[in-house]
């Protein structure tokens, strides 16, 4: 499934709010849009100018919350994978039309570092991406109160997508 606008992406993420719970770590589990808020809201705060980076943390849920299959359709990333590794592959074909490469270089990085894969050349925007996710997993990490609703990252959205477009159009 590839979304095609802001509107898309943002009924995604809303139908997604508190009624996903995966698994953390053992004997913890998390809400995928809560840990995406804050990690999106610490990236805000850490590079404010980088609004690619800071959406590419804020669409990390996308992928759980597309079913099995449905974020490869065409020469997207190279196949399945399980787990966390096919749904942030999926998040990253899902939204590559348009949030644009960056974003989805960002998310791909994002998903074999998490399976443990070397990625290579090693990227200083995906390794804050990484450290930002993973400090929003901590207790007290990404303030829960501080990340905001997801609304507030609507004109985020529409100016990286209008970017995005744009760029499109000119090549």
């Not at 959406?55 to 974020?71: D, K, M, S, T």
């Not at 998040?91 to 990625?119: H, I, M, T």
Request: contains cysteine; hydrophobic residues 40%.
């Amino acid at each position: 499934m590839e979304l095609r606008s802001v509107e898309e992406l943002m009924d995604l993420l809303h139908a997604g709010r508190g009624a996903a719970r995966v698994p953390d770590r053992p004997g913890r589990r998390t809400d995928p849009c809560a840990h995406a808020l804050r990690t999106a809201a610490l990236l805000r705060r850490g590079r404010p100018a980088d609004k690619e980076l800071q959406i590419a943390g804020l669409v990390l849920a996308v992928g759980g919350l597309l079913g099995p299959g449905e974020g490869s359709d065409e020469g997207g990333s190279e196949g399945g994978g399980t787990g966390a590794l096919s749904g942030a592959l999926r998040a990253a074909d899902a939204v590559r039309g348009l949030l644009g490469e960056r974003v989805f270089r960002l998310l791909r990085q994002q998903a074999y570092a998490a399976d443990g894969r070397p990625v290579r050349p090693v990227d200083e925007d995906a390794l804050a991406l990484r450290l930002a996710a993973e400090e929003a997993r901590t207790p007290g990490g990404g303030d829960g109160a501080a990340a905001g609703v997801l609304e507030d990252w609507r004109t985020v959205l529409e100016l990286v997508a209008a970017r995005n477009s744009r760029l499109g159009a000119v090549d």
